[in-house]
């Protein structure tokens, strides 16, 4: 099945790169191009894509209230967002993975390992660094005053689905935790599963931020 992707970037020449590179892969294919939010918004209404590759600094509408109404956009369930940062740890990625983003990269990523994200992200998968994982944790929890949400929420998780989220937050894959708990990768994936269900996650980033958000997870932790 071929993946259709949008592409989102103020800079053209960032665009045109992108749409050559996504185009040399036969799996996949550009349905459009747009220079800012608001574009965005419209052409993924327009031609309903798998991905979109989204830049957060755009003029007008930003990447981050186009990938919030994209997620909020019952008729775009499907849509992924896939965002696209200069720097690993951008000021907006931890809002961007809140907003709903299925996970991001940062713009010199080798092209092989943008084409296998792009596949990732479509196939319903997040996509998170470990290492930037980490860090945005502890960005987020050295603010002043983090929004933290009531811990209340977690309570619907047993205490090996509570436990297979913090490792989730700790920005390991299924295999990993598999390794880590002593079950198989099956096991440790049905585990991640129903905690998404019971948490009303669409993917492993949202897990990621109810992780945070809740309280699960500190800087020092995981």
Known sequence: MT??????????????????????DPELVVVGEAANGTEALALA?????????????????????????????DDLAGVRV??????EVDEYVFEALRAGASGFLVKDTDPEDLLKAIKTVASGDALLSPGATRALVARFLSQPEPKVAAPDRLEALTDREREVLSLVAAGMSNDEIAEHLFVSPLTAKTHVSRAMVKLGARDRAQLVVIAYESGMVRPGRG
């Open 3 to 24: 993946v259709r992707v949008l592409i989102a970037d103020d800079q053209l020449l960032v665009r045109s790169g992108f749409k050559v590179l996504v185009g040399s």
């Open 45 to 73: 209404r327009e031609t309903t894509p798998d991905v979109v590759l989204m830049d957060i600094r755009m003029p007008g509408m930003d990447g981050l209230e186009a990938t919030r109404r994209i997620v909020r956009d």
């Open 82 to 87: 896939l965002v696209l940062t200069t720097f």
